[in-house]
């Protein structure tokens, strides 16, 4: 069996999880980088977000699709604010942008679709009140409503 088909086997069977794969981890696992521009290119896989590719699932996006990419481009970060206030259906206010809560010292995401809003919170006002969802086969966290309420209000 030629190399490129074998890396190309095992990059679609590590797409095949939930939330799909980082280019970063096809890499641990010996698979190049040309091989995933090639099956992107042939339709066997999709760029989720910036270096997380899935297998193409065939299905329209959903109403919290941007909400999914985020998490894919941030995966520490919390849906907060505006964006949770949305996802939880509270309120008439549409964001243009995901709000996402990020540790003080943690790296800001690169990620040109959706556009991120970063707010930095720290200690129990980053780990309070987090809910764990799944959005087009990707976990998010986003906070709960009245953790949401609450911080809408400080």
Do not use: N
């Not at 074998?6 to 040309?34: D, F, M, N, W």
Request: aromatic share 6%; hydrophobic share 40%; net charge positive.
């Amino acid at each position: 069996m030629p190399k490129s088909r074998s890396q190309s086997e095992k990059a679609l069977k590590l797409a095949g999880r939930p939330g799909g794969v980082s280019a970063r981890k096809l890499a641990t696992h010996g698979i190049h980088l040309q091989t995933l521009t090639r099956l992107v290119r042939a339709g066997a896989l999709e760029r989720k977000a910036r270096g997380v590719y899935r297998l193409p699932s065939g299905q329209a996006p959903g109403e919290h699709h941007g909400l999914a990419l985020a998490a894919a481009a941030a995966p520490s970060g919390i849906i907060c604010l505006l964006s949770a206030l949305q996802f939880h259906g509270i309120g008439t206010q549409q964001p243009f942008e995901v709000w996402i809560a990020l540790d003080r010292r943690a790296r800001k995401p690169v990620s040109s679709y959706p556009s991120l809003r970063v707010v930095r919170f720290g200690g129990e006002a980053l780990k309070a009140g987090i809910e764990r969802h799944v959005i087009e086969e990707q976990p998010v966290s986003i906070y709960s409503v009245a953790k949401t309420v609450a911080d809408c209000f400080k």
